[in-house]
C-alpha cells in the first residue's frame, strides 16, 4: 500500500525541539523529491524543507539554521523522511505534512504546537 504517515508532533516550550519522522510505504517514493509543509491556523499552506532523491536539500529561510531534513532505509519498499526541528518558535505552530511522489502523496499531518 502506498501512503505516508507521520508522526512525531506535540506541544513544546519555546526553544525547543521536536523530530517529526514520514513511514513512506511504497518503493516509488525513492525516485522523487520528499517535503515537509505546514499549515498554521488560518494561513495557506507553506513549504519548510525539501530533499531530492540525491539528497539535495532547501529550506524556507525562515527555518533555515534550526530545521533539519533527512531520511533513512527501513527495508525493501519503504524509508523515513525525518524533520529535526531546534530553537521552535510560537510561528511555528502549525499542523505539518508529509508530502511526496511527485507531489501526489500527502500524509494526514502531526499537530505541533509551541507554546509556554
Known amino acids: 500500500q502506498v501512503q505516508l504517515v507521520e508522526s512525531g508532533g506535540g506541544l513544546v516550550q519555546p526553544g525547543g525541539s521536536l523530530r517529526l519522522s514520514c513511514a513512506a510505504s511504497?518503493?516509488?517514493?525513492?525516485?522523487?523529491?520528499m517535503s515537509w509543509y505546514r499549515q498554521a491556523l488560518g494561513k495557506q499552506r507553506e513549504l519548510v524543507a525539501s530533499?531530492?532523491?540525491?539528497?539535495?536539500?532547501?529550506?524556507?529561510d525562515s527555518v533555515k539554521g534550526r530545521f533539519t531534513i533527512s531520511s533513512d532505509n527501513t527495508g525493501n519498499t519503504g524509508f523515513t523522511v525525518h524533520l529535526q526541528m531546534n530553537k521552535l518558535k510560537p510561528e511555528d505552530t502549525a499542523v505539518y505534512y508529509c508530502?511526496?511522489?511527485?507531489?501526489?502523496?500527502w500524509g494526514q499531518g502531526t499537530q505541533v504546537t509551541v507554546s509556554s
Open positions: 511504497g518503493n516509488m517514493f525513492r525516485f522523487y523529491a
Open positions: 508530502n511526496g511522489g511527485g507531489g501526489s502523496y
Open positions: 530533499m531530492t532523491s540525491g539528497g539535495h536539500t532547501v529550506y524556507a
